[in-house]
């Protein structure tokens, strides 16, 4: 003997046989949602379409959550297309993620570190309403580079 519920939230105890016979003609599953009562409670629903909604649930939460971006700049990058990685930068600051520009110095650039910089900390100055800096620009080796959080409105 088990309780039945239908797909219309209809209750009965019925054997089960007949529960099965019930999920067999309603083309559903026949799922066991409370083992431990007694008599056990089965429940008619689709199983996969139950699976898939779920799957949806946890995928939506993943993308949900802010994530470190990174955009990479050189020392000969010209005005536009700096201006191209700013507006890149703040559409990600303004959907929450964390944004790391990265420079790398290739052989005579790495006479000219304070150019770097400077290109870095203009970033950081045209950003300064959508974010706020985590980490200064920095130089490490023959990377530069600098993180920005996203500023929370309240």
């Not at 959550?65 to 930068?89: F, W, Y």
């Amino acid at each position: 003997m088990v309780r039945l519920v239908g797909t219309d939230g209809t209750q009965g105890v019925v054997t089960l046989a007949v529960a099965r016979a019930s999920a067999q003609t309603a083309e559903l599953d026949l799922v066991e949602v409370a083992p431990e009562e007694v008599p056990p409670v089965c429940k008619l629903l689709d199983y996969g379409k139950v699976r898939f909604l779920e799957r949806q649930a946890n995928k939506s939460r993943k993308d949900a959550q802010p994530k470190l971006k990174e955009l990479r700049v050189s020392l000969k990058i010209g005005a536009h297309d700096l201006d191209n990685k700013v507006r890149q930068a703040r559409e990600l600051l303004e959907k929450g993620h964390r944004v790391a520009f990265g420079m790398q110095f290739k052989a005579r650039e790495n006479q000219y570190p304070a150019e770097g910089l400077a290109i870095l900390q203009g970033i950081a100055e045209r950003l300064q309403d959508v974010s706020r800096v985590e980490r200064a620009p920095y130089k490490e080796g023959k990377r530069a580079g600098l993180l920005l959080t996203p500023v929370r409105k309240s």
